[in-house]
Structure formats: structure tokens, C-alpha cells
């Protein structure tokens, strides 16, 4: 087995945590590393999974080019809250042998994809992990959108933005803006507007068949912004639209814990 090594050079300073993970792995598997890839992908492309070192974002980053290669990775957690990452560092050892024996699962989990439409053609396209956001570019201003679902008119939004997410990312920032939360292991899509004035507007749970289109309308001489799992993003205009729809990707998570998904929320959230 070959194994490729990322970790987030931030999140582990002086690499003792990565120090343990490749002590502990060497000379039982296969090991390669970013640093001999001219690229991410690359490196995925030659190996069969992939222990990442960081946090949910480090790991979001990550999936966005794993799933182009279906590639698996077990995430080892040096972030906070930790929804994606499986180990946590008190116990690498214990979930490193799980891996080796083979002793896990694969779980996999609904991905998004967003185009960005300007004048009729696709100027960018993105997949999503979390979620696709379109938000004003500055916290004091807000942002006008039309939402339709397969082209029909559902509602409008005067808000400080509006969350497209998937079922990983009801736990993310759909549920600080009030969204629900969903099983991850489902497949559907979930609008949740953001801070929206008005008393009418509601979150809706969509199945994955549905196309949702955010149509930026009213212009309020405020820049708006597309942020795709909290990093990358475009910069928005007065007609643009920004179209979602289930991706044909997959991101491919190693479950070694046998924890499911309530006991995680209640370990990572819960009162």
C-alpha cells in the first residue's frame, strides 16, 4: 500500500505530530510525500489513500482534489472541532494499526458543484465539500438574490448572503445561520439564508436532483463574493448567477473508530 503524508505546516509548527504518524508508518507501508509532487494532485494520483494532518479545513482542501483521483483519506485531527478528521492525536497509534489490518470503512460523502454564469456562458465552476456561499463582500452591506429551484422562483432574499450546503456542511456554517442539521451519509441539498430581513425566510432541504440558482439582483453598490468550503471564491456581479447542483464526485472519508454520525455531533457538539 502507498500512503501519501500531507500535513498543514500551521497546525503542527515543529511536524511532531507528523514525526509520530511517519515513525510509526515506516517500513509498514509505502510512504510519499507533497514535497516530491509538482502538485496535490500528483501526489494523489500515486498513491492508493491519504493520511492528511490538520483541521476540517486542511481536510476540505484536500477533498476537493482527492475525489478527482477517488482517493481515501483518514484524517488526523490538530484543528477544534474536528467533524472530518477521524483520529485524534491521543490515539494515532491505535487508528494507524485499524488502517493497516484493514479493519475500517469508507464512507462516502455528497459532494456540490457550483458554476458561476455571467452573460450566459460559465466563467468558473467549483465542487464543495461544505458548501458554496454568495455573501457581501463587507460585513456592513447586504446582498439581493433571487433563489430558484429547476428554474422555478422560490423566494428573495435582502440578506447578508446565502448558504448552498450539503449534508457534511449542515454542521458548518448552515447551522450557525440557522440551518438545520442532516445525517451525512444522505444526499441532499440545503438553502439557508443569512440573517435575511425578513420575517418569511426559511431554510429548504432539497433533493440532490434539484438544480438551485442564486440570481444576484438588485444592485446595492456592494461587491459580492463566492466562497467555496470557506476558501476559495470569485468575486461576484450585479446578474450573475451562480448554479448548484450534485456533483459527480464523491469525497471517500476511512472510518476506523466505528463512531456514526450522533455519537460524533454529541461528542463534538453536543450540551
Given at each position: 500500500?502507498t500512503?501519501?503524508v500531507?500535513?498543514?505546516?500551521?497546525?503542527?509548527?515543529?511536524?511532531?505530530?507528523t514525526?509520530r504518524?511517519v515513525?510509526?508508518?515506516?517500513g509498514?507501508?509505502?510512504?510519499?510525500?507533497r514535497?516530491?509532487?509538482?502538485s496535490?494532485?500528483d501526489?494523489c494520483a500515486s498513491?492508493d489513500?491519504l493520511?492528511?494532518?490538520?483541521?476540517?479545513?486542511?481536510?476540505?482542501?484536500a477533498?476537493?482534489?482527492?475525489?478527482?483521483?477517488?482517493?481515501?483519506?483518514?484524517?488526523?485531527n490538530?484543528g477544534?472541532?474536528g467533524?472530518?478528521a477521524?483520529v485524534e492525536?491521543?490515539?494515532?497509534?491505535t487508528?494507524?494499526?485499524?488502517?493497516l489490518a484493514?479493519?475500517?470503512e469508507?464512507?462516502?460523502?455528497?459532494?456540490?458543484?457550483a458554476?458561476i454564469?455571467?452573460?450566459?456562458?460559465?466563467i468558473?465552476?467549483y465542487?464543495?465539500?461544505?458548501?458554496?456561499?454568495?455573501?457581501?463582500a463587507?460585513?456592513k452591506k447586504v446582498?439581493?438574490?433571487?433563489?430558484?429551484v429547476?428554474d422555478?422562483y422560490?423566494?428573495?432574499?435582502?440578506a447578508?448572503?446565502?448558504?448552498?450546503?450539503?449534508?457534511?456542511?449542515s454542521t458548518?456554517?448552515?447551522l450557525?445561520?440557522?440551518?438545520?442539521?442532516?445525517?451525512?451519509?444522505m444526499?441532499?441539498?440545503?438553502?439557508t439564508?443569512?440573517?435575511?430581513?425578513?420575517l418569511?425566510?426559511r431554510p429548504?432541504i432539497?433533493p440532490?436532483?434539484?438544480?438551485?440558482t442564486?440570481?444576484?439582483?438588485r444592485?446595492?453598490?456592494?461587491?459580492?463574493?463566492?466562497?467555496?468550503?470557506g476558501?476559495?471564491?470569485?468575486?461576484?456581479?450585479?446578474?450573475?448567477?451562480?448554479?448548484?447542483?450534485?456533483?459527480?464526485?464523491?469525497?471517500?472519508?476511512i472510518?476506523?473508530n466505528?463512531?456514526?454520525?450522533y455519537e460524533?455531533?454529541?461528542?463534538k457538539?453536543?450540551?
Amino acid at each position: 500500500m502507498t500512503v501519501a503524508v500531507y500535513t498543514n505546516m500551521r497546525k503542527d509548527t515543529d511536524l511532531a505530530v507528523t514525526e509520530r504518524v511517519v515513525k510509526y508508518l515506516d517500513g509498514k507501508c509505502n510512504m510519499i510525500f507533497r514535497k516530491d509532487f509538482e502538485s496535490f494532485g500528483d501526489m494523489c494520483a500515486s498513491c492508493d489513500a491519504l493520511v492528511i494532518l490538520g483541521g476540517d479545513g486542511t481536510i476540505l482542501n484536500a477533498a476537493r482534489v482527492a475525489c478527482d483521483y477517488d482517493k481515501p483519506i483518514l484524517g488526523i485531527n490538530l484543528g477544534t472541532v474536528g467533524f472530518l478528521a477521524e483520529v485524534e492525536v491521543d490515539k494515532i497509534e491505535t487508528c494507524l494499526d485499524r488502517f493497516l489490518a484493514g479493519e475500517y470503512e469508507i464512507e462516502e460523502r455528497f459532494m456540490i458543484k457550483a458554476e458561476i454564469i455571467r452573460n450566459g456562458e460559465v466563467i468558473a465552476t467549483y465542487k464543495a465539500l461544505n458548501d458554496v456561499v454568495v455573501s457581501a463582500a463587507s460585513f456592513k452591506k447586504v446582498v439581493s438574490t433571487d433563489i430558484l429551484v429547476d428554474d422555478d422562483y422560490i423566494a428573495s432574499y435582502d440578506a447578508d448572503g446565502v448558504v448552498i450546503a450539503t449534508p457534511t456542511g449542515s454542521t458548518a456554517y448552515s447551522l450557525s445561520a440557522g440551518g438545520p442539521i442532516t445525517d451525512n451519509t444522505m444526499k441532499l441539498i440545503l438553502v439557508t439564508p443569512i440573517c435575511a430581513h425578513t420575517l418569511s425566510s426559511r431554510p429548504l432541504i432539497l433533493p440532490p436532483e434539484k438544480k438551485v440558482t442564486v440570481e444576484l439582483t438588485r444592485d446595492r453598490e456592494a461587491a459580492s463574493f463566492l466562497t467555496v468550503d470557506g476558501n476559495d471564491g470569485e468575486k461576484l456581479l450585479q446578474g450573475d448567477k451562480v448554479v448548484i447542483s450534485a456533483s459527480e464526485h464523491t469525497t471517500k472519508l476511512i472510518r476506523v473508530n466505528g463512531m456514526n454520525f450522533y455519537e460524533i455531533l454529541r461528542r463534538k457538539i453536543g450540551n
